[in-house]
């Protein structure tokens, strides 16, 4: 492997950074907006859990085909 970067490769690296970004600003929203919400259960639920667990889901399989 050489030392230097090719262009497509930095670009490839912005695109996947920035994919994450978007998720990870995504799910700090919904950490922020679950603790402000006075009509969140005090104890999570197991299908809510599994819900925000399948958007995550989601969220990283976008970012994965954008950074290709």
């Known amino acids: 492997m050489t030392a230097g ?13 920035a994919a994450l970004a978007a998720v990870e600003a995504f799910m700090e929203s919904e ?10 259960p005090t104890a999570t639920s197991p299908w809510l859990l599994a819900g925000r667990l399948g ?5 990283i399989a ?7």
Do not use: G, K, P, V
């Open 5 to 17: 970067r090719t262009e497509n490769e930095r670009a490839r690296a912005r695109r996947i950074a």
């Open 62 to 68: 976008i970012a994965r085909r954008l950074a290709r």
């Open 55 to 59: 958007q995550m889901h989601d969220r």
């Open 31 to 40: 950490r922020a907006s679950a603790a402000t919400s006075a009509a969140a």
